[in-house]
């Protein structure tokens, strides 16, 4: 590549001094600016000509490239003009990574100067694009990429291999709860850590999961758990009486979970994961329960005529009430589409105002990638619990495919084993409402519908005073009653919000477009 060929505007340099790059690599760009293109970077130790200066800022020549450098990175060789005293705008030296990762963003994603959608943005990342990780977080992390180092949305991003969250370095409690509270996990111990409340006390009791193994925190409000290698999250049981974490930059959708191990990608060293509630200022014995079927969009059309229909009249209904509320989306979060389709639905169901859970649907694998994957990357566990005053409610993936195009509906025997330990830590007093995307109903049959551990999901539901199933998949609504053990069990299958596939302003069965809102006191 040539090197610039502006010419400085500062102070020359008569006959061009020479100067020794001290930091371990410094970066050349094409203009005296941070956001300039970068031209090469410079190793520690190597020789400069410098033409001229400007403001913080030394015009030189490195090989066959000319530009600027951070002045202050340079000593001056023999007499030449003094350094600046103006503090740097961006640190030259490369800092050490923790990872890599992918932009999921699918388009370009914005790297800034800062953590905030106001700062300047320092350069855009193509989706796709392999970024070096600095630090993670939930909400930004910061990443380098082609010479530039900024802040990238985290969500927007797909650590790879098992890398995730970098782990908060625990601090010694005072005795005031000011500080992170030491804990020193039992050998064997892979993923731990503490659950408390905004004012640092402990809570017992909390179901915390990895997706795979279940366990509620202790008396001093402590967690263990053998991570399974193949846990991407972890994640808690937000249990009743405490606010539904909200999600950094994405409104009011949930935030329940985080990253389950260390961007080392080690399954076997420690990792802890804290988790803080802030205590709801009313009873949520009684609350609301927006229950909302395929919203499915194909393209960004269907994605406003949903953030524009739908999203207002969640906002509307939710107006109405002052207990507190709870949202879920019964899976085709998209029909069609990618990382960034997703990503734009969790931005709407946060406008909502209303904190919003998502299941995931067989769309939401087939379009993407037939895993899930990119559904649980960038919109959280594809299985999960939480509870609200008397009742418990867990949302499965109950989509089996089979190679491409060919599914049914069902749960593997590892996933009923974690609904078997999820709702071991439920009272049998409790209502128990499932969610899932394809019916049960018609499940023994060998249909797209059949559904693999039928009989080990109701079996395990039936011990409950009362359970529900929220389905939707079909674009019509339908009840079915299911006998079992002596229980009924009532499944609900809902209709679309997108209606007959967003093509008019009606469902299949020639209902209106929408969702259903249940108000539930109590265990009924």
Not at 192 to 220: F, I, M, R, T
Request: with cysteine.
């Amino acid at each position: 590549e040539g090197g610039s060929t502006a010419q400085p505007t500062g102070t020359p340099t008569p006959g061009g001094s020479t100067a020794t790059v001290i930091a371990s690599r410094l970066n050349m760009r094409a203009s005296a600016s941070t956001t300039g293109t970068l031209l090469t970077q410079i190793p520690n130790g190597a020789t400069v000509t410098v033409l001229g200066t400007t403001g913080a800022w030394s015009h030189i020549r490195y090989g066959s490239y000319t530009g600027y450098v951070m002045s202050q990175y340079l000593r001056i060789n023999g007499n030449s003009t003094a350094q600046p005293t103006a503090a740097p705008t961006q640190e030259p030296t490369a800092e050490p990574t923790i990872g890599t990762a992918t932009v999921i963003s699918g388009s370009r994603l914005n790297m800034r100067s800062a953590k905030s959608t106001s700062a300047t943005v320092v350069t855009r990342i193509p989706s796709g694009a392999t970024v070096g990780v600095i630090s993670y977080a939930s909400d930004w992390s910061k990443v380098t990429y082609n010479g530039y180092t900024g802040y990238v949305s985290s969500p927007y991003i797909s650590m790879n291999g098992s890398q995730t969250e970098t782990p908060a370095t625990p601090k010694p409690d005072d005795g005031n709860g000011n500080g992170t509270t030491e804990i020193t996990p039992d050998k064997g111990i892979t993923l731990y850590g503490l659950v408390s409340d905004k004012e640092g006390n402990p809570l017992e009791g909390v179901v915390v999961s990895d997706g795979y193994s279940v366990v509620a925190s202790d008396k001093k409000g402590v967690y263990q758990i053998v991570r399974d290698p193949n846990a991407k999250h972890v994640f808690i049981s937000v249990p009743s009486g405490y606010e539904i974490p909200a999600q950094a930059n994405f409104g009011s959708y949930q935030g329940a979970y985080q990253a389950a191990n260390s961007v080392t990608g080690s399954s076997s060293k420690p990792y802890r994961a804290d988790f803080t509630l802030t205590k709801l200022t009313q009873s949520d014995k009684r609350f609301l329960h927006f229950v909302l079927g395929d919203p499915q969009p194909d393209h960004s059309d269907h994605i406003q005529r949903f953030r524009t229909e739908a999203v207002p009249d969640v906002k509307k209904i939710s107006a109405k009430y002052s207990i507190p509320q709870v949202g879920i989306a019964l899976g085709e979060i998209l029909g069609k589409g990618d990382a960034q389709t997703f990503t734009s639905m969790k931005r709407a169901f946060g406008e909502t105002g209303v904190p919003f859970f998502t299941t995931i649907g067989n769309h939401d694998k087939s379009s993407v990638d037939y895993t899930g994957d990119t559904y649980r990357d960038v919109l959280g566990p594809r299985w999960y619990s939480f509870n609200r005053g008397d009742v418990h409610i867990v949302s499965m993936d109950n989509v089996l495919y089979e190679g491409k195009k060919k599914y049914k509906g069902g749960i593997t025997d590892r996933q009923l084993e974690w609904l078997r330990q999820d709702l071991s830590h439920v009272d049998k007093d409790k209502l128990v409402i499932f969610c899932a995307h394809i019916p049960f109903r018609g499940g023994t049959s060998v249909t797209d519908e059949s559904h693999e551990n039928y009989d080990g999901v109701l079996d395990l539901l039936s011990g409950f005073s009362e359970a529900h199933i929220m389905i939707g998949h079909t674009h019509y609504h339908q009840k079915y009653i299911h006998k079992r053990n002596g229980k009924t069990i009532l499944e609900h299958v809902h209709g679309a919000a997108c209606g007959a596939w967003w093509t008019a302003n009606i469902c299949a069965d020639g209902t209106p477009n929408g969702y259903s809102v249940y108000e539930i006191s109590g265990n009924t």
